[in-house]
């Protein structure tokens, strides 16, 4: 890796409901304008590490329990979420949650809470990438497809400026030519605003296709990590994350 990281996640442990323990010493980092792909199987703890690294962990009885998160060097640990999104790190987080009963320029201009300057050029920004929402803009976002619910999810983060976008599974429930719509349109958003992200995904892939670092996680720890290009050498990952010979 070559860039600092904007997020460092060390030796963290997850624990719901002060019994179940779902994260056991999860160490990861993003560098500054980079990709990081985040995988592994059901289960495994994807969600939760993103939830923990924006402190969502208390909405359902979780906690983290040992270890610390940085971002931008800053311990954040004890940050409200509208605090994280204020100080440049927002969760898009799985199944698009949007208000559903808002049209698309509402859900934009609700996004607007975290930011103190002018939102307008970030809502021109928002549909010079996604040009269908733009022509669905007076539309209440609960008659939008899966995929324009997921463009508006995406379009809500970049409303708020961020430094760093926690992604969780943007592929979900969308047919192939979708989510490769989708994936190109989040390469051009990292690279074009030098957003950095931390993608989860089941679909190794196309998650692959954008990141630049790979992590995979089973039981709540990481078990392979490596730069893409390695990973997609790696005899076992094209195997089972892959399924290529
Ligand atoms: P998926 O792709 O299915 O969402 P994941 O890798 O994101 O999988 P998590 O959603 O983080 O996995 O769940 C990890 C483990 O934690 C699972 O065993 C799950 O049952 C458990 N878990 C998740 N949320 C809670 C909760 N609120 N209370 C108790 N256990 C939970």
Not at 24 to 48: C, D, F, H, Q, Y
Not at 104 to 117: F, H, I, P
Not at 200 to 213: R, T
């Amino acid at each position: 890796m070559t860039a600092a990281p904007i997020l460092e996640v060390t030796n963290i442990e997850v624990i719901y409901k002060k019994t179940i323990q779902v994260l056991r010493g999860l160490s990861l980092a993003v560098p500054k304008g980079e990709i990081v792909a985040l995988l592994g199987s059901n289960g495994a703890g994807k969600s939760t590490t993103l939830k923990a690294v924006s402190n969502l962990l208390s909405l359902e009885n979780g906690a983290v329990s040992a270890g610390s998160i940085r971002f931008a060097g800053t311990d954040v640990s004890t940050l409200r979420p509208h605090e994280l999104v204020r100080s440049g790190l927002f969760h898009v987080m799985e199944g698009r949650r949007i208000f559903e009963d808002l049209t698309v320029d509402e859900n934009l201009v609700a996004a607007t809470y975290a930011r103190t300057g002018s939102a307008a050029a970030r809502f021109d920004l928002v549909y010079e990438y996604f040009p269908n929402l733009h022509t669905r803009r007076g539309v209440r976002a609960g008659y939008l497809s899966g995929g324009e619910q997921q463009m508006l999810a995406i379009g809500r983060a970049l409303v708020a400026e961020p430094q760093l976008i926690l992604l969780d599974e943007p592929s979900l429930g969308l047919s192939p030519k979708l989510v490769e719509e989708i994936f190109t349109i989040i390469a051009r958003i990292n690279a074009e605003q030098r957003v950095s992200m931390l993608l989860v995904e089941q679909n190794a892939a196309i998650a692959f296709a954008v990141a630049n670092y790979g992590y995979i996680m089973e039981s709540g720890r990481i078990v392979i990590d490596g730069p893409v290009e390695r990973l997609t050498r790696d005899q076992d990952v094209r195997e089972f994350y892959l399924g290529l010979g």
